[in-house]
Protein backbone atom coordinates (compact mmCIF):
# COMPACT_ATOMS: atom_id res chain seq x y z
CA UNK A 1 0.00 0.00 0.00
CA UNK A 2 1.30 3.56 -1.26
CA UNK A 3 0.81 5.96 1.81
CA UNK A 4 1.25 9.62 1.68
CA UNK A 5 4.52 11.07 4.03
CA UNK A 6 5.71 14.84 4.49
CA UNK A 7 8.49 16.69 3.16
CA UNK A 8 10.04 16.75 -0.11
CA UNK A 9 10.38 12.59 0.17
CA UNK A 10 6.65 12.15 0.84
CA UNK A 11 5.84 14.62 -2.30
CA UNK A 12 8.02 12.40 -4.44
CA UNK A 13 6.40 9.26 -3.27
CA UNK A 14 3.41 10.38 -3.44
CA UNK A 15 4.01 11.55 -7.25
CA UNK A 16 5.36 7.87 -7.93
CA UNK A 17 2.66 6.41 -6.99
CA UNK A 18 0.10 8.21 -9.58
CA UNK A 19 -0.43 8.01 -13.49
CA UNK A 20 -1.09 10.19 -15.76
CA UNK A 21 -4.59 10.48 -15.39
CA UNK A 22 -4.25 10.77 -11.33
CA UNK A 23 -5.02 7.08 -10.82
CA UNK A 24 -2.37 4.56 -8.54
CA UNK A 25 0.07 3.20 -10.68
CA UNK A 26 -0.28 -0.20 -8.82
CA UNK A 27 -3.25 -2.06 -10.01
CA UNK A 28 -3.98 -3.54 -6.48
CA UNK A 29 -4.20 -0.31 -4.93
CA UNK A 30 -6.45 1.05 -7.47
CA UNK A 31 -8.44 -2.53 -7.23
CA UNK A 32 -9.16 -1.65 -4.11
CA UNK A 33 -10.01 2.04 -4.21
CA UNK A 34 -12.32 1.46 -6.67
CA UNK A 35 -13.97 -1.67 -4.33
CA UNK A 36 -13.73 1.34 -1.42
CA UNK A 37 -15.63 4.21 -3.94
CA UNK A 38 -18.20 1.51 -5.50
CA UNK A 39 -20.93 3.04 -3.08
CA UNK A 40 -19.88 6.38 -4.82
CA UNK A 41 -19.85 5.51 -8.10
CA UNK A 42 -23.32 3.33 -8.32
CA UNK A 43 -24.75 6.20 -7.35
CA UNK A 44 -22.79 8.10 -9.65
CA UNK A 45 -24.61 5.70 -12.41
CA UNK A 46 -28.11 6.26 -11.15
CA UNK A 47 -27.64 10.31 -11.08
CA UNK A 48 -26.60 9.38 -15.17
CA UNK A 49 -30.35 8.63 -14.93
CA UNK A 50 -31.78 12.19 -14.70
CA UNK A 51 -29.47 13.12 -17.52
CA UNK A 52 -31.02 10.40 -20.34
CA UNK A 53 -34.25 11.73 -19.33
CA UNK A 54 -33.18 15.02 -19.96
CA UNK A 55 -31.78 13.88 -23.39
CA UNK A 56 -34.97 11.83 -23.70
CA UNK A 57 -37.16 14.89 -23.49
CA UNK A 58 -35.22 16.83 -26.11
CA UNK A 59 -37.44 14.34 -28.99
CA UNK A 60 -39.72 17.42 -28.61
CA UNK A 61 -37.65 20.33 -29.77
CA UNK A 62 -36.48 17.66 -32.32
CA UNK A 63 -40.11 17.74 -33.04
CA UNK A 64 -40.58 21.26 -33.44
CA UNK A 65 -37.21 21.39 -35.58
CA UNK A 66 -38.03 18.53 -37.73
CA UNK A 67 -41.51 18.08 -37.95
CA UNK A 68 -43.28 14.69 -38.71
CA UNK A 69 -40.36 13.26 -40.30
CA UNK A 70 -38.26 10.12 -41.01
CA UNK A 71 -35.78 11.57 -39.68
CA UNK A 72 -37.82 12.58 -36.75
CA UNK A 73 -39.12 9.34 -36.42
CA UNK A 74 -35.43 7.52 -36.48
CA UNK A 75 -33.99 10.07 -34.05
CA UNK A 76 -36.99 9.62 -31.65
CA UNK A 77 -36.79 6.10 -31.43
CA UNK A 78 -32.99 6.19 -30.72
CA UNK A 79 -33.61 8.67 -27.92
CA UNK A 80 -36.03 6.40 -26.60
CA UNK A 81 -33.58 3.50 -26.47
CA UNK A 82 -31.42 5.74 -24.56
CA UNK A 83 -33.37 4.40 -21.42
CA UNK A 84 -32.10 1.17 -21.78
CA UNK A 85 -28.58 1.36 -23.07
CA UNK A 86 -28.38 3.48 -19.90
CA UNK A 87 -29.34 0.93 -17.36
CA UNK A 88 -27.49 -1.77 -18.58
CA UNK A 89 -23.95 -0.55 -16.22
CA UNK A 90 -26.57 -0.61 -13.43
CA UNK A 91 -28.38 -3.26 -14.14
CA UNK A 92 -25.94 -5.90 -15.22
CA UNK A 93 -22.68 -5.05 -14.53
CA UNK A 94 -22.45 -4.14 -10.70
CA UNK A 95 -20.24 -6.30 -9.40
CA UNK A 96 -17.34 -4.65 -7.63
CA UNK A 97 -14.97 -7.54 -8.46
CA UNK A 98 -15.33 -7.24 -12.11
CA UNK A 99 -15.06 -3.23 -12.75
CA UNK A 100 -13.99 -3.50 -15.97
CA UNK A 101 -17.49 -4.75 -17.55
CA UNK A 102 -18.94 -1.65 -15.71
CA UNK A 103 -16.70 1.03 -17.40
CA UNK A 104 -17.05 -0.80 -21.19
CA UNK A 105 -21.04 -0.50 -20.54
CA UNK A 106 -20.36 3.49 -19.99
CA UNK A 107 -18.14 3.49 -22.62
CA UNK A 108 -21.03 2.08 -24.72
CA UNK A 109 -23.93 4.25 -23.75
CA UNK A 110 -21.52 7.23 -24.12
CA UNK A 111 -21.10 6.36 -27.79
CA UNK A 112 -24.29 6.30 -28.15
CA UNK A 113 -25.48 9.38 -26.79
CA UNK A 114 -22.95 11.36 -28.89
CA UNK A 115 -23.61 8.78 -31.71
CA UNK A 116 -27.63 9.95 -31.34
CA UNK A 117 -26.55 13.66 -30.89
CA UNK A 118 -24.59 13.10 -34.53
CA UNK A 119 -27.42 12.04 -36.56
CA UNK A 120 -29.18 15.20 -35.05
CA UNK A 121 -26.12 17.53 -36.31
CA UNK A 122 -26.58 16.02 -39.74
CA UNK A 123 -30.32 16.38 -39.89
CA UNK A 124 -29.65 19.80 -39.60
CA UNK A 125 -32.04 22.16 -37.85
CA UNK A 126 -29.97 24.45 -35.30
CA UNK A 127 -26.69 26.45 -36.60
CA UNK A 128 -23.10 25.23 -36.37
CA UNK A 129 -22.75 27.61 -33.21
CA UNK A 130 -25.68 26.02 -31.50
CA UNK A 131 -24.55 22.14 -32.20
CA UNK A 132 -20.86 23.58 -30.99
CA UNK A 133 -21.94 24.23 -27.33
CA UNK A 134 -24.16 21.26 -27.28
CA UNK A 135 -20.77 19.12 -28.46
CA UNK A 136 -18.90 20.87 -25.60
CA UNK A 137 -21.70 20.75 -22.96
CA UNK A 138 -22.08 16.75 -23.48
CA UNK A 139 -18.18 16.54 -23.55
CA UNK A 140 -17.86 18.27 -19.92
CA UNK A 141 -20.48 15.98 -19.01
CA UNK A 142 -19.35 12.89 -20.41
CA UNK A 143 -15.80 13.73 -17.96
CA UNK A 144 -17.71 15.54 -14.89
CA UNK A 145 -21.09 13.01 -14.96
CA UNK A 146 -20.11 9.84 -16.04
CA UNK A 147 -17.54 7.72 -13.48
CA UNK A 148 -15.64 6.26 -16.24
CA UNK A 149 -12.16 5.94 -16.41
CA UNK A 150 -10.32 9.10 -16.96
CA UNK A 151 -8.36 7.41 -19.71
CA UNK A 152 -11.59 6.08 -21.59
CA UNK A 153 -13.18 8.94 -21.31
CA UNK A 154 -10.44 11.19 -22.71
CA UNK A 155 -10.33 8.64 -25.67
CA UNK A 156 -14.37 8.38 -26.16
CA UNK A 157 -14.85 12.45 -26.09
CA UNK A 158 -11.61 13.45 -28.44
CA UNK A 159 -12.95 10.92 -30.56
CA UNK A 160 -16.43 12.24 -30.23
CA UNK A 161 -14.99 15.98 -30.96
CA UNK A 162 -13.13 14.67 -34.44
CA UNK A 163 -16.20 13.06 -35.33
CA UNK A 164 -18.28 15.82 -34.60
CA UNK A 165 -15.87 18.64 -36.31
CA UNK A 166 -15.90 16.36 -39.44
CA UNK A 167 -19.71 16.17 -39.74
CA UNK A 168 -20.26 20.12 -39.20
CA UNK A 169 -17.59 20.79 -41.73
CA UNK A 170 -20.19 20.07 -44.17
CA UNK A 171 -22.57 22.41 -42.98
CA UNK A 172 -23.17 25.29 -45.54
CA UNK A 173 -21.16 28.52 -45.58
CA UNK A 174 -18.69 26.22 -43.44
CA UNK A 175 -15.98 28.33 -43.24
CA UNK A 176 -12.64 27.07 -42.39
CA UNK A 177 -11.86 29.27 -39.47
CA UNK A 178 -15.08 28.51 -38.07
CA UNK A 179 -14.36 25.21 -38.05
CA UNK A 180 -10.98 25.62 -36.44
CA UNK A 181 -13.43 28.01 -33.66
CA UNK A 182 -15.65 25.12 -32.89
CA UNK A 183 -12.15 22.24 -33.04
CA UNK A 184 -10.65 24.74 -30.77
CA UNK A 185 -13.45 25.22 -28.90
CA UNK A 186 -13.91 21.07 -28.16
CA UNK A 187 -10.57 20.83 -27.48
CA UNK A 188 -10.61 23.46 -24.72
CA UNK A 189 -13.68 21.66 -23.67
CA UNK A 190 -11.56 18.13 -23.31
CA UNK A 191 -8.31 19.38 -21.74
CA UNK A 192 -10.33 21.77 -19.15
CA UNK A 193 -12.70 18.12 -18.23
CA UNK A 194 -9.36 15.99 -18.69
CA UNK A 195 -7.22 18.76 -15.87
CA UNK A 196 -9.91 18.61 -13.64
CA UNK A 197 -10.87 15.15 -13.56
CA UNK A 198 -7.09 14.48 -13.09
CA UNK A 199 -6.78 16.57 -10.26
CA UNK A 200 -10.17 15.63 -9.06
CA UNK A 201 -8.65 11.94 -9.55
CA UNK A 202 -5.58 12.30 -7.30
CA UNK A 203 -7.16 14.04 -4.44
CA UNK A 204 -10.16 11.57 -4.30
CA UNK A 205 -7.02 8.99 -4.14
CA UNK A 206 -4.87 11.00 -1.64
CA UNK A 207 -8.32 11.17 0.24
CA UNK A 208 -8.31 7.50 0.39
CA UNK A 209 -5.14 6.58 1.19
CA UNK A 210 -5.40 9.10 4.07
CA UNK A 211 -8.31 7.32 5.17
CA UNK A 212 -6.47 3.82 4.54
CA UNK A 213 -3.69 4.81 7.01
CA UNK A 214 -5.99 6.58 9.28
CA UNK A 215 -7.64 3.21 9.53
CA UNK A 216 -4.47 1.61 9.88
CA UNK A 217 -3.65 4.12 12.97
CA UNK A 218 -6.85 3.12 14.50
CA UNK A 219 -6.36 -0.57 14.25
CA UNK A 220 -2.70 0.12 15.45
CA UNK A 221 -4.00 1.77 18.38
CA UNK A 222 -6.63 -0.71 18.91
CA UNK A 223 -4.48 -3.02 19.49
CA UNK A 224 -2.09 -1.59 21.18
CA UNK A 225 -4.89 -0.14 23.52
CA UNK A 226 -5.82 -4.02 23.82
CA UNK A 227 -2.09 -5.02 24.50
CA UNK A 228 -1.75 -2.57 27.23
CA UNK A 229 -5.10 -3.50 28.84
CA UNK A 230 -3.99 -7.00 28.95
CA UNK A 231 -1.06 -6.05 30.11
CA UNK A 232 -2.28 -4.26 32.97
CA UNK A 233 -4.59 -7.28 33.43
CA UNK A 234 -1.87 -9.63 33.80
CA UNK A 235 -0.21 -7.17 36.06
CA UNK A 236 -2.58 -6.90 38.34
CA UNK A 237 -3.30 -10.86 38.56
CA UNK A 238 0.56 -11.05 38.96
CA UNK A 239 0.89 -8.14 41.70
CA UNK A 240 -2.26 -10.32 42.70
CA UNK A 241 -0.81 -13.78 42.87
CA UNK A 242 2.67 -12.08 43.77
CA UNK A 243 1.12 -10.71 47.11
CA UNK A 244 -1.03 -14.23 47.98
CA UNK A 245 2.81 -16.08 47.79
CA UNK A 246 4.27 -12.67 49.09
CA UNK A 247 2.23 -12.75 52.54
CA UNK A 248 1.79 -16.63 52.95
CA UNK A 249 5.42 -17.66 51.54
CA UNK A 250 7.03 -19.80 55.14
CA UNK A 251 10.26 -17.66 54.10
CA UNK A 252 10.96 -14.43 55.41
CA UNK A 253 10.36 -11.79 52.59
CA UNK A 254 10.78 -8.13 52.31
CA UNK A 255 10.25 -5.51 49.61
CA UNK A 256 12.44 -2.26 50.23
CA UNK A 257 12.68 0.88 48.92
CA UNK A 258 15.50 1.22 46.81
CA UNK A 259 16.13 4.82 47.10
CA UNK A 260 15.56 5.13 51.15
CA UNK A 261 16.33 1.56 52.21
CA UNK A 262 12.77 1.33 53.98
CA UNK A 263 10.93 -1.82 54.31
CA UNK A 264 8.05 -1.31 52.03
CA UNK A 265 6.03 -4.62 53.04
CA UNK A 266 7.08 -8.12 55.06
CA UNK A 267 5.35 -11.21 55.43
CA UNK A 268 4.75 -12.81 58.71
CA UNK A 269 7.98 -15.17 58.47
CA UNK A 270 9.65 -12.16 58.12
CA UNK A 271 7.97 -9.92 61.16
CA UNK A 272 8.79 -12.92 63.94
CA UNK A 273 12.45 -13.24 62.43
CA UNK A 274 13.21 -9.91 63.72
CA UNK A 275 10.73 -9.44 66.42
CA UNK A 276 8.65 -6.34 64.58
CA UNK A 277 5.14 -5.77 63.89
CA UNK A 278 3.36 -4.47 60.43
CA UNK A 279 3.44 -0.58 61.47
CA UNK A 280 6.07 -0.10 62.71
CA UNK A 281 8.32 -2.29 60.05
CA UNK A 282 7.10 0.61 57.33
CA UNK A 283 9.59 2.72 59.26
CA UNK A 284 12.50 1.22 59.41
CA UNK A 285 16.01 1.65 57.33
CA UNK A 286 16.78 -2.16 56.36
CA UNK A 287 20.09 -1.50 56.76
CA UNK A 288 20.48 -1.61 60.52
CA UNK A 289 19.61 -5.58 60.33
CA UNK A 290 22.62 -6.56 59.03
CA UNK A 291 26.23 -6.74 60.89
CA UNK A 292 28.59 -6.43 58.31
CA UNK A 293 29.46 -3.24 56.05
CA UNK A 294 30.55 -5.76 53.16
CA UNK A 295 26.56 -6.86 53.05
CA UNK A 296 25.72 -3.23 53.35
CA UNK A 297 27.44 -2.16 50.11
CA UNK A 298 26.51 -5.02 47.98
CA UNK A 299 22.55 -4.31 49.37
CA UNK A 300 23.64 -1.00 48.04
CA UNK A 301 24.64 -2.21 44.88
CA UNK A 302 21.83 -4.60 44.28
CA UNK A 303 19.60 -1.28 44.75
CA UNK A 304 21.29 -0.06 42.28
CA UNK A 305 20.14 -2.47 39.42
CA UNK A 306 23.10 -4.67 40.18
CA UNK A 307 21.97 -8.36 40.64
CA UNK A 308 23.81 -10.40 44.01
CA UNK A 309 26.30 -12.61 43.14
CA UNK A 310 24.31 -15.92 44.11
CA UNK A 311 23.07 -16.30 47.69
CA UNK A 312 25.25 -15.05 50.28
CA UNK A 313 25.63 -15.87 53.81
CA UNK A 314 26.05 -13.16 56.05
CA UNK A 315 24.68 -12.22 59.97
CA UNK A 316 21.53 -10.22 60.71
CA UNK A 317 20.38 -8.77 64.02
CA UNK A 318 17.42 -10.99 65.34
CA UNK A 319 14.51 -10.42 68.01
CA UNK A 320 16.40 -9.05 71.03
CA UNK A 321 19.79 -8.35 69.45
CA UNK A 322 20.17 -12.18 68.38
CA UNK A 323 22.73 -13.11 65.98
CA UNK A 324 20.99 -15.35 63.06
CA UNK A 325 23.24 -16.39 60.16
CA UNK A 326 20.82 -16.76 57.02
CA UNK A 327 21.21 -17.14 53.26
CA UNK A 328 20.41 -13.73 51.85
CA UNK A 329 19.20 -13.46 47.79
CA UNK A 330 18.37 -10.03 46.04
CA UNK A 331 16.73 -9.17 42.98
CA UNK A 332 15.08 -5.65 41.85
CA UNK A 333 11.66 -5.92 40.85
CA UNK A 334 8.13 -3.72 40.51
CA UNK A 335 5.58 -3.69 42.71
CA UNK A 336 2.80 -1.36 42.34
CA UNK A 337 4.06 -0.15 39.68
CA UNK A 338 7.34 1.19 41.67
CA UNK A 339 10.67 -0.14 41.64
CA UNK A 340 11.49 -2.36 44.88
CA UNK A 341 14.16 -4.54 45.98
CA UNK A 342 12.46 -7.96 47.13
CA UNK A 343 15.15 -9.42 50.08
CA UNK A 344 14.53 -13.19 50.70
CA UNK A 345 16.45 -14.46 53.85
CA UNK A 346 16.77 -18.49 54.76
CA UNK A 347 17.44 -18.78 58.95
CA UNK A 348 20.91 -21.36 58.20
CA UNK A 349 21.54 -20.65 62.03
CA UNK A 350 21.07 -24.10 63.10
CA UNK A 351 22.56 -25.82 59.86
CA UNK A 352 25.71 -23.82 60.44
CA UNK A 353 25.83 -24.29 64.24
CA UNK A 354 25.76 -28.29 62.97
CA UNK A 355 27.85 -28.05 60.70
CA UNK A 356 30.33 -26.32 62.91
CA UNK A 357 29.65 -29.34 65.18
CA UNK A 358 30.41 -31.63 62.44
CA UNK A 359 33.38 -30.29 61.55
CA UNK A 360 34.59 -29.87 65.24
CA UNK A 361 34.16 -33.55 65.34
CA UNK A 362 35.70 -34.19 62.33
CA UNK A 363 38.74 -32.28 63.20
CA UNK A 364 39.11 -34.11 66.62
CA UNK A 365 38.40 -37.53 64.66
CA UNK A 366 40.94 -36.47 62.28
CA UNK A 367 43.71 -35.46 65.50
CA UNK A 368 42.80 -38.79 67.37
CA UNK A 369 43.82 -40.75 64.44
CA UNK A 370 46.62 -38.78 63.47
CA UNK A 371 47.91 -39.37 66.77
CA UNK A 372 46.93 -42.62 66.77
CA UNK A 373 49.21 -43.50 63.74
CA UNK A 374 51.62 -41.48 65.27
CA UNK A 375 51.55 -44.01 68.88
CA UNK A 376 51.48 -47.32 66.62
CA UNK A 377 54.42 -46.20 64.27
CA UNK A 378 56.39 -45.13 67.65
CA UNK A 379 55.13 -48.17 69.97
CA UNK A 380 55.83 -50.47 66.61
CA UNK A 381 59.65 -48.37 66.32
CA UNK A 382 59.97 -49.16 69.96
CA UNK A 383 59.05 -52.82 70.30
CA UNK A 384 61.53 -53.56 67.21
CA UNK A 385 64.76 -53.19 68.82
CA UNK A 386 64.08 -55.65 71.46
CA UNK A 387 62.78 -57.82 69.29
CA UNK A 388 65.12 -57.90 67.24
CA UNK A 389 67.74 -58.87 70.05
CA UNK A 390 65.66 -61.37 71.25
CA UNK A 391 65.12 -63.24 67.92
CA UNK A 392 68.84 -62.77 67.35
CA UNK A 393 69.91 -64.28 70.90
CA UNK A 394 67.25 -67.27 70.71
CA UNK A 395 68.51 -67.85 66.81
CA UNK A 396 72.27 -68.19 68.55
CA UNK A 397 71.12 -70.10 71.28
CA UNK A 398 69.09 -72.65 68.99
CA UNK A 399 71.85 -73.32 66.75
CA UNK A 400 74.56 -73.67 69.09
CA UNK A 401 76.53 -71.08 67.90
CA UNK A 402 78.99 -70.81 70.89
CA UNK A 403 78.71 -74.10 71.97
CA UNK A 404 76.13 -76.57 73.41
CA UNK A 405 73.35 -75.56 75.86
CA UNK A 406 73.33 -79.18 77.19
CA UNK A 407 69.76 -80.12 78.42
CA UNK A 408 68.15 -80.47 74.91
CA UNK A 409 64.96 -79.24 76.57
CA UNK A 410 66.46 -75.30 76.83
CA UNK A 411 66.87 -75.70 72.55
CA UNK A 412 63.40 -76.35 72.58
CA UNK A 413 62.88 -73.05 74.71
CA UNK A 414 65.18 -70.94 72.10
CA UNK A 415 63.27 -72.46 69.05
CA UNK A 416 59.99 -71.20 70.90
CA UNK A 417 61.17 -68.12 71.48
CA UNK A 418 62.98 -67.21 68.49
CA UNK A 419 58.91 -68.61 66.89
CA UNK A 420 57.45 -66.44 68.86
CA UNK A 421 59.54 -63.44 68.48
CA UNK A 422 59.38 -63.38 64.68
CA UNK A 423 55.77 -63.56 64.81
CA UNK A 424 55.58 -60.21 67.10
CA UNK A 425 58.00 -58.91 64.59
CA UNK A 426 55.55 -59.57 61.78
CA UNK A 427 52.22 -58.26 63.19
CA UNK A 428 54.33 -55.16 64.65
CA UNK A 429 55.33 -54.74 60.63
CA UNK A 430 51.80 -54.97 59.46
CA UNK A 431 50.84 -52.47 62.26
CA UNK A 432 53.88 -50.23 60.81
CA UNK A 433 53.03 -50.81 57.18
CA UNK A 434 49.21 -49.93 58.05
CA UNK A 435 50.18 -46.75 60.18
CA UNK A 436 52.28 -45.38 57.36
CA UNK A 437 49.44 -45.88 54.41
CA UNK A 438 46.88 -44.13 56.56
CA UNK A 439 49.19 -41.61 57.83
CA UNK A 440 49.81 -41.01 53.67
CA UNK A 441 53.91 -41.71 54.50
CA UNK A 442 54.43 -44.89 52.83
CA UNK A 443 56.58 -44.62 49.58
CA UNK A 444 56.49 -47.50 47.02
CA UNK A 445 60.21 -48.63 45.68
CA UNK A 446 59.50 -49.42 42.59
CA UNK A 447 61.77 -52.09 39.95
CA UNK A 448 60.88 -54.18 37.21
CA UNK A 449 60.67 -57.46 38.97
CA UNK A 450 59.49 -60.98 37.39
CA UNK A 451 56.07 -62.25 38.71
CA UNK A 452 57.46 -65.81 38.88
CA UNK A 453 59.54 -64.71 41.44
CA UNK A 454 57.81 -62.74 43.54
CA UNK A 455 54.95 -65.99 43.48
CA UNK A 456 57.69 -68.08 44.25
CA UNK A 457 59.29 -66.49 47.28
CA UNK A 458 55.77 -65.88 48.77
CA UNK A 459 54.99 -69.98 48.16
CA UNK A 460 57.78 -70.75 50.04
CA UNK A 461 57.42 -68.52 52.98
CA UNK A 462 53.86 -69.74 53.05
CA UNK A 463 54.69 -74.03 52.06
CA UNK A 464 55.67 -74.55 55.96
CA UNK A 465 52.58 -73.84 56.91
CA UNK A 466 51.02 -75.59 54.52
CA UNK A 467 52.66 -78.30 54.94
CA UNK A 468 51.99 -78.74 58.70
CA UNK A 469 47.96 -78.93 57.37
CA UNK A 470 48.61 -81.45 54.29
CA UNK A 471 48.01 -78.39 52.03
CA UNK A 472 49.28 -78.39 49.02
CA UNK A 473 49.69 -75.13 46.79
CA UNK A 474 49.14 -74.76 43.16
CA UNK A 475 50.82 -72.41 41.03
CA UNK A 476 49.43 -71.68 37.05
CA UNK A 477 50.73 -68.68 35.84
CA UNK A 478 51.47 -67.26 32.33
CA UNK A 479 54.05 -68.46 29.84
CA UNK A 480 56.36 -66.45 28.93
CA UNK A 481 56.60 -65.05 32.14
CA UNK A 482 55.02 -61.73 33.25
CA UNK A 483 57.88 -58.92 34.48
CA UNK A 484 56.17 -55.78 35.79
CA UNK A 485 56.93 -52.51 37.65
CA UNK A 486 56.15 -52.53 40.89
CA UNK A 487 57.24 -52.73 44.76
CA UNK A 488 58.40 -56.32 45.08
CA UNK A 489 58.22 -56.49 49.23
CA UNK A 490 54.75 -54.93 49.07
CA UNK A 491 53.75 -57.31 45.88
CA UNK A 492 55.15 -60.25 47.60
CA UNK A 493 53.49 -59.08 51.28
CA UNK A 494 50.34 -59.11 49.47
CA UNK A 495 50.58 -62.74 48.37
CA UNK A 496 51.41 -63.88 51.83
CA UNK A 497 48.97 -62.24 53.53
CA UNK A 498 46.40 -63.50 50.97
CA UNK A 499 48.08 -67.33 51.14
CA UNK A 500 48.39 -67.14 54.85
CA UNK A 501 44.81 -66.89 55.03
CA UNK A 502 43.87 -69.00 52.25
CA UNK A 503 46.07 -71.91 54.31
CA UNK A 504 44.54 -70.82 57.52
CA UNK A 505 41.13 -71.26 56.13
CA UNK A 506 41.39 -74.24 54.55
CA UNK A 507 40.79 -77.41 55.51
CA UNK A 508 43.37 -80.07 55.75
CA UNK A 509 44.42 -81.84 53.17
CA UNK A 510 42.40 -79.41 50.58
CA UNK A 511 44.25 -77.17 47.86
CA UNK A 512 45.30 -73.54 47.15
CA UNK A 513 45.71 -72.41 43.79
CA UNK A 514 47.49 -69.47 43.01
CA UNK A 515 46.77 -68.30 39.10
CA UNK A 516 47.65 -65.00 37.08
CA UNK A 517 46.37 -63.94 33.52
CA UNK A 518 47.45 -60.72 31.69
CA UNK A 519 43.14 -59.52 30.63
CA UNK A 520 42.55 -56.31 28.50
CA UNK A 521 43.71 -53.52 30.60
CA UNK A 522 44.96 -55.42 33.83
CA UNK A 523 46.97 -57.97 35.11
CA UNK A 524 44.93 -60.63 37.71
CA UNK A 525 45.87 -62.57 39.95
CA UNK A 526 43.95 -64.86 42.06
CA UNK A 527 44.65 -66.76 45.35
CA UNK A 528 41.68 -69.22 45.12
CA UNK A 529 40.53 -71.86 48.01
CA UNK A 530 37.93 -74.20 48.92
CA UNK A 531 37.94 -73.37 52.53
CA UNK A 532 34.95 -72.18 54.59
CA UNK A 533 33.97 -68.92 53.07
CA UNK A 534 32.81 -65.78 53.95
CA UNK A 535 29.48 -64.02 53.63
CA UNK A 536 28.43 -61.83 51.25
CA UNK A 537 27.62 -58.93 54.21
CA UNK A 538 30.73 -59.94 56.42
CA UNK A 539 33.00 -59.03 52.96
CA UNK A 540 33.53 -55.05 54.22
CA UNK A 541 34.10 -56.50 58.04
CA UNK A 542 36.81 -58.43 56.04
CA UNK A 543 38.13 -55.93 54.93
CA UNK A 544 38.72 -53.43 58.00
CA UNK A 545 41.55 -53.34 59.73
CA UNK A 546 41.45 -55.26 63.08
CA UNK A 547 38.46 -57.21 62.15
CA UNK A 548 38.25 -60.91 62.33
CA UNK A 549 34.75 -63.17 61.03
CA UNK A 550 33.81 -65.92 63.17
CA UNK A 551 33.68 -69.22 61.97
CA UNK A 552 34.17 -73.04 62.50
CA UNK A 553 38.28 -72.88 62.04
CA UNK A 554 38.69 -68.91 62.36
CA UNK A 555 37.88 -69.75 66.57
CA UNK A 556 41.34 -71.83 66.62
CA UNK A 557 43.35 -69.73 64.41
CA UNK A 558 45.42 -66.75 65.46
CA UNK A 559 44.98 -63.48 63.08
CA UNK A 560 45.00 -59.53 63.89
CA UNK A 561 42.42 -59.04 60.93
CA UNK A 562 45.33 -57.02 59.42
CA UNK A 563 46.44 -58.71 56.29
CA UNK A 564 43.68 -58.32 54.19
CA UNK A 565 43.24 -54.56 54.37
CA UNK A 566 47.25 -54.31 53.99
CA UNK A 567 46.70 -56.14 50.81
CA UNK A 568 43.79 -53.83 49.91
CA UNK A 569 45.59 -51.15 50.82
CA UNK A 570 49.28 -51.74 49.11
CA UNK A 571 47.43 -53.35 46.24
CA UNK A 572 45.43 -49.72 45.52
CA UNK A 573 48.82 -47.99 45.86
CA UNK A 574 50.04 -49.94 42.60
CA UNK A 575 46.89 -48.07 41.31
CA UNK A 576 45.69 -51.41 41.62
CA UNK A 577 42.29 -52.62 43.67
CA UNK A 578 41.36 -56.14 45.66
CA UNK A 579 37.84 -57.80 45.55
CA UNK A 580 36.69 -60.37 46.89
CA UNK A 581 34.50 -63.17 45.68
CA UNK A 582 33.23 -65.95 48.22
CA UNK A 583 30.37 -68.33 49.91
CA UNK A 584 30.44 -69.72 53.20
CA UNK A 585 31.11 -73.31 52.63
CA UNK A 586 32.30 -72.60 48.97
CA UNK A 587 35.52 -71.08 49.48
CA UNK A 588 37.02 -67.59 49.03
CA UNK A 589 38.99 -65.92 45.91
CA UNK A 590 40.26 -62.86 46.12
CA UNK A 591 41.52 -61.10 42.78
CA UNK A 592 44.18 -58.59 42.58
CA UNK A 593 44.25 -56.29 39.40
CA UNK A 594 46.98 -53.91 38.62
CA UNK A 595 46.76 -52.02 35.97
CA UNK A 596 48.45 -52.96 32.41
CA UNK A 597 50.73 -49.85 32.13
CA UNK A 598 52.71 -51.15 34.95
CA UNK A 599 53.31 -54.27 32.38
CA UNK A 600 57.20 -54.77 30.50
CA UNK A 601 56.43 -57.19 28.22
CA UNK A 602 54.87 -60.28 27.40
CA UNK A 603 53.39 -62.52 24.63
CA UNK A 604 50.68 -64.61 26.94
CA UNK A 605 47.34 -65.42 25.95
CA UNK A 606 44.57 -62.68 27.02
CA UNK A 607 42.22 -64.95 29.00
CA UNK A 608 38.58 -64.46 29.34
CA UNK A 609 38.75 -64.45 33.04
CA UNK A 610 38.38 -67.09 35.73
Not at 9 to 21: I, L, M, Q, S, V
Not at 24 to 45: H, K, N
Not at 216 to 228: D, F, G, H, K, P
Not at 321 to 327: D, E, L, S, Y
Amino acid sequence: MVRTGSGGDAGARAAEAYGWTGEFLDPALERRFGIASWLETTERVRAIQVGIYLFVGWIILDFIILGATVQFAVIGLLRVATLAIGRLPFLFFSDPRRPGLLHASLSLAQAYVFGVFLLLVAAGGFGAADHAVSAAVITIAFYFGVPNRLAYNAALSIACGVAFTAVISFYPNMSLTSGLQIFMLLGVANAVGFQAMRVTNRLRRNQFLTMEHQKELNEQLTQEISVRQEAQRVMRATEESFQSIFVAAPLPLALIDPATYRIVQANRAALDLFGLNGEDAMQIDARRFFVDEEMKRQLGEAAAGSRLRGPIEARLLGSEGTIIWAHITAALVRFQGLPALLIGIQDVTARRTEAEALREARDEATAASRSKSEFLANMSHELRTPLNAIIGFSEALERELFGPVGNPRYREYAEDIHDSGVHLLNLINDILDLSKIEAGHFKLHEDETDLDGIVASACRIVRHRAQQASISIEVNLPTPPVSLVADERALKQVLINLMSNAVKFSADGSTVRVEAAVQPGRLRIAVIDRGIGIAEADIPKALAPFTQIDGTLSRTHEGTGLGLPLAKHLSELHGGSLMIESAPGEGTTVYVDLPASRLISHQSHIRAGW
